[in-house]
Every structure is written in structure tokens, then in C-alpha cells.
């Protein structure tokens, strides 16, 4: 694609004359009234200004200009490409529909594949899931969030079994790998970044490295994947191949766990990079890698409201959690009282008393008796303590989860774990619910459709 450089256009008009010369015979010019004006008394002459004031207006304006030209070139540039993996016939974003502007919360799974070699060290078309984060951006709270899912994390994988959560993505790609993450939090996925394995190194060098606080030497050579990390102690630049060694050690006490902080420290480490002024001048360096390098199926201008949000959000810095648990035989296995109140906080605004005290009642109008038992246990499932369920008559309709004095984010909590649900605010009736009920759930004949079946209960191997 070739650009045309409109700053450099040889047929652009020569600038208008200026200076004394042009002041002169503008003054000459008859009925001219400034210069048959009376002339004030010559005082003494003006003090040139000083240098470094001219400098404190200017170059101000100069980075303005070059933000706003790079910025320009970039948004230009993004409109032109599609990264892999973006269906362009879905609708876009309710919540990323303003360009630019966040409006409601969004959860992006980001996922890192591995490498899989068989006897002979060929390379197989089949990939683990070795990195798994969920970030939530939150224009409400105006923060980022995101909670790291160590690779060894005991979960039921949908229509497979209880496995090792890395092994979903070999089973079902990013698809199933969303549905295991979904059925393990209780949380809705509504995006994906897929980062391949020299992905992460190409995105690093793209931005000139980033500095890391090596906490301890690491070396490792693996002969068979054919990779070598060799790492110093203390503070240093890593370029992407040994950022991305430092991530991938786990040849220490905590195994998997210290991987996991490592990646939370690196995160940290590049939210901070992208928040610099000089991130603009390797915007189209990191676009060039972020294309050629990652599947997603966000557009284009969805992850530039996303990168946008990230640099103006001031809930303070990037808030980055491990997924509560124990060291099992061959497993993480998750704590899943912590975990309920770790994800209901994090993506929901739900607090652990909120989460014992509101109480949610459940109507089940859709003629199935299984679907009302299946929509209280999964509330039950996700920490809520106060759950009824009683059976009425509703004609048609939609399911609905009506807020009256739960908390709109506690609706919306209740309306996630639903399914697809219309949320709705206002006084109890005969119909939607008790007097004390803060949340009340009428299920209709769609309920048993659009349950998502988001349960975070205890993987069971039986």
C-alpha cells in the first residue's frame, strides 16, 4: 500500500509573502487607514523574549503536532486492517459501539499456545493453552483488571471432562478454551486475543524491549524444544526472546505459581510502557506486530477504544490477581469460597456481604421444573446464600431479573449467570416477587435456551 505524503506535494502553493519588505507595501497602499493612522511615540525598544520561553510554548505544541500526526497514521493504517480472526459480519459491541468511548464493562480472554513436538521434534498442529489472563475493563469503576488461570488449573472441560485447563485449547481451539474459562468463573467472555508462540517476543522488540527487575539467575536449556534461557540478577532491558524466557521459567519452588507472578510483573511493566508519550512513535511498529503476530476477534477499532480506556484509566494501575488455590498431585487446584468472592468483586462490583445478605428469589415461568432448579443452584454455585425458588404462570414474555434494592450490579451479577436475561428496576409484585426479595428472576420458555451454564463448582473427576 503506498500513501501519498501530504506534507510533501511538490504542486502546493508558495506561502504568501511576509516581513518588513511585505509590511511596507502594505502600508504604501493607498486607503490603507492603518497607515494613515497617527504614530504612537517611538519608546524604547522591545526586549526580545527569552529563549527558553520560546521554548516552554513550543515545544509543547511540537509534541502535540507529532502525537496528532502519529495518531493520524495510525487510525489511518487501522481502519486497512483486519486482524486474524475477526468475523467482520458479527454486529459490533453495544458496549464498544462509540468509537473511542467504553460504555459498559468487557471481559477479554487472553491466551497464550505453546509449542507441541512429537518423537522426531516435528512440530504438531496441536497447541496447549500455556498463558491463560482474563482482564475485565471497567468504565464504571474506570479500572483494568485481570485475573491469571495458572496452565494446571483442575477444570471440567465442556463435553470432555475434568482435565488441566491448558489442555481445552487442544481440544476445541479458542472456543472450547472460552467455554472452560466461563464454566470454571462463572464470567462471560466476550472476547478473545490468541497470542501465538514468537508473539509475545515480537511485540516486545516492536516497542525497543522493556526493563525487568530479574529477582534471581535463571538458566535453562531445553534441548528438545530447541530454547535457552540465560538470565542475570537485577535490573536490566530484555529484549522479546529473553522477556520472554523470564516469563517462561518455572524451574524454581513454585513451579507454575512463580511463572504466573512473573507474567503479572511483565504486564504491570508494559501497561506502564503504553501510558509514555514515546508509545505513540511505536504505534505503528507494535500495530505491524500486533497484526502479524495475534488471532482475535475483536475489530480493529474495538481494541483501539480498549488501548484507549487503558491509557486514561484512573483507578490506579493495572490490578493483577492469581486464581486462588492449593498445590494438588498434577494439579492447581482452586479455592473456590475465595474464588467466588474474588470473581464476584472483580467483575462484577459485588461485595462478599452483598453476596450473603441480598436476597434473590427465582420464578420459574417456562412450564420446565429442571430449568428453575438449574438457575438456583447456579446462583447458589456463584456465593449467592439467600436463594428461593417457587413456580408461577407468566404468558410469554422474556426472562427478566428485576432490581428492587439488591443493587444494579448485583442484577446484572444474577442476569450474567442467567443467561440472556432483560434487566429491569422497580417494586416487587404477586408476580415478579416477594416484598423482601432484592433480585428477583422470572424465567420464561427462553430460559432453557439461553442458560450459559456458568457454574464455578468444584471440578469432581467421578
Known amino acids: 500500500m503506498v500513501v501519498r505524503d501530504p506534507f510533501n506535494d511538490p504542486d502546493q502553493a508558495p506561502s504568501s509573502p511576509s516581513g518588513p519588505s511585505a509590511a511596507a507595501d502594505a502600508a504604501q497602499t493607498p486607503g490603507n487607514e492603518a497607515a494613515q493612522a497617527p504614530q504612537r511615540p517611538a519608546g524604547p525598544p522591545a526586549r526580545p523574549r527569552p529563549r527558553w520561553r520560546v521554548l516552554l510554548v513550543a515545544l509543547p505544541v511540537a509534541i502535540v503536532i507529532v502525537a496528532g500526526l502519529a495518531l493520524g497514521a495510525y487510525l489511518y493504517v487501522l481502519g ?3 486482524v486474524p480472526g475477526t468475523d467482520l459480519r458479527r454486529p459490533a459491541s ?3 459501539a462509540w468509537p473511542l468511548r467504553l460504555t459498559d464493562r468487557v471481559n477479554v480472554l487472553i491466551i497464550g499456545i505453546d509449542v507441541t513436538l512429537d518423537n522426531r521434534r516435528r512440530v504438531l498442529n496441536v497447541a496447549r493453552a500455556d498463558t491463560l489472563v482474563l482482564a475485565s475493563f471497567d468504565p464504571h469503576r474506570r479500572r483494568i483488571v485481570a485475573l491469571s488461570i495458572p496452565r494446571d488449573t483442575r477444570a471440567e472441560i465442556p463435553r470432555v471432562g475434568v482435565q488441566k485447563i491448558n489442555a481445552s485449547y487442544a481440544y476445541g481451539g479458542p472456543r472450547l478454551t472460552i467455554a472452560t474459562v466461563e464454566h470454571l468463573l462463572g464470567v462471560k467472555v466476550d472476547f478473545y486475543v490468541k ?6 517476543a515480537r511485540i516486545i522488540d516492536a516497542l525497543g524491549g522493556i526493563e525487568v527487575d530479574v529477582e534471581k539467575d535463571m538458566k535453562y536449556t531445553d534441548s528438545w524444544a530447541g530454547y535457552t534461557i540465560d538470565l542475570k540478577r537485577g535490573r536490566q532491558r530484555l529484549n522479546g526472546e529473553q522477556a520472554t524466557g523470564y516469563i517462561r521459567f518455572r524451574h524454581d519452588a513454585l513451579g507454575d505459581i512463580g511463572r504466573v507472578e512473573r507474567q503479572r510483573r511483565v504486564m504491570h511493566t508494559l501497561l506502564g510502557r503504553f501510558k509514555q508519550p514515546s508509545i505513540v512513535l511505536a504505534a505503528p511498529r507494535l500495530l505491524r506486530a500486533f497484526v502479524e503476530n495475534t488471532e482475535s476477534n475483536l475489530r480493529p477499532l474495538e481494541l ?3 488501548g484507549w480506556f487503558a491509557l486514561r484509566a484512573d483507578g490506579g494501575p493495572l490490578r493483577e490477581y492469581t486464581l486462588p488455590g492449593t498445590f494438588a498431585p498434577m494439579f492447581w487446584e482452586p479455592d473456590l469460597p ?3 468472592i474474588l470473581v464476584a468483586d472483580l467483575f462484577y462490583g459485588v461485595s462478599e456481604a452483598e453476596l450473603a445478605t441480598v436476597p434473590i428469589e427465582v420464578v420459574n415461568a417456562s412450564g420446565h421444573p429442571a430449568v428453575g432448579w438449574q438457575v438456583a443452584a447456579r446462583l447458589q454455585a456463584l456465593g449467592f446464600r439467600t436463594v428461593r425458588l417457587r ?3 407468566v404468558a410469554g414474555g422474556v426472562t427478566t431479573v428485576t432490581e428492587s434494592g439488591g ?6 451479577m444474577v442476569a450474567a449467570a442467567v443467561g440472556k436475561a432483560v434487566v429491569t428496576q422497580g417494586p416487587s ?3 415478579s416477587g416477594t416484598s423482601s426479595a432484592g433480585v428477583t428472576v422470572i424465567l420464561t420458555r427462553d430460559a432453557a435456551e439461553n442458560a450459559q451454564g456458568a457454574s464455578l463448582r468444584r471440578a469432581n473427576p467421578h
Not at 195 to 200: N, Q, W
Not at 407 to 412: D, F, M, Q
Open 94 to 96: 453495544p458496549a464498544l
Open 338 to 340: 475465595k474464588v467466588r
Open 80 to 82: 486497512r486492517v483486519v
Open 195 to 200: 497470542l501465538g508462540p514468537r508473539s509475545f
Open 429 to 431: 409484585t404477586p408476580v
Open 391 to 393: 413456580a408461577a404462570r
Open 407 to 412: 443493587g444494579p450490579h448485583v442484577a446484572r
Open 304 to 306: 483501539l477504544t480498549l
